[in-house]
């Protein structure tokens, strides 16, 4: 079995209301060292498989077609085995 | 600088409605190697501080104050300098 650890971010030049609606939570909690805070998602999807490339391929796919917004996001992922 | 890169997760024992709903996508999409889905958070914060005790322990009182509901999720997270 094979894991995809999938981060998904908004590009860089998006701005992200959450993560700024955090920072001035944070500033008023009294953290004032807080610079900049970023919220992005990160998904987990366990595959009956233990063809990399394959599913590799399919998690390219998945991203692409349900996940990430090409519009206004990137995602990068890694795969990990499982070991059961 | 020190970035705080924070993972905030259900609790295995809690059910995951989202990663169901995209499980269930992905099936009816016809990925049906996909077994399982957990979405979760990642967050990073960047604090104007080079102190690894301090800045630590900060992160800990947000996740604990602010990110993470102590009810239904875990949260981990670790610090990478930020070269600027």
């Given at each position: 079995m094979l894991k995809a650890k999938i981060f998904v971010?908004?590009?860089?030049?998006?701005?992200d209301p959450q993560g700024k609606a955090v920072t001035n939570s944070l500033h008023n909690l009294?953290?004032?060292k807080v610079l900049q805070t970023r919220?992005?998602?990160?998904?987990?999807?366990?595959f009956?498989?233990?063809?990399?490339?394959?599913?590799?391929?399919q998690t390219t796919k998945i991203c692409d077609s349900?996940?990430?917004?090409p519009n206004?996001?990137?995602?990068h992922f890694e795969l990990e085995e499982i070991k059961s």
């Amino acid at each position: 079995m094979l894991k995809a650890k999938i981060f998904v971010q908004l590009k860089p030049s998006v701005l992200d209301p959450q993560g700024k609606a955090v920072t001035n939570s944070l500033h008023n909690l009294g953290f004032d060292k807080v610079l900049q805070t970023r919220i992005s998602k990160y998904i987990e999807i366990n595959f009956d498989s233990d063809d990399r490339e394959d599913v590799s391929r399919q998690t390219t796919k998945i991203c692409d077609s349900l996940l990430a917004n090409p519009n206004t996001e990137t995602y990068h992922f890694e795969l990990e085995e499982i070991k059961s």
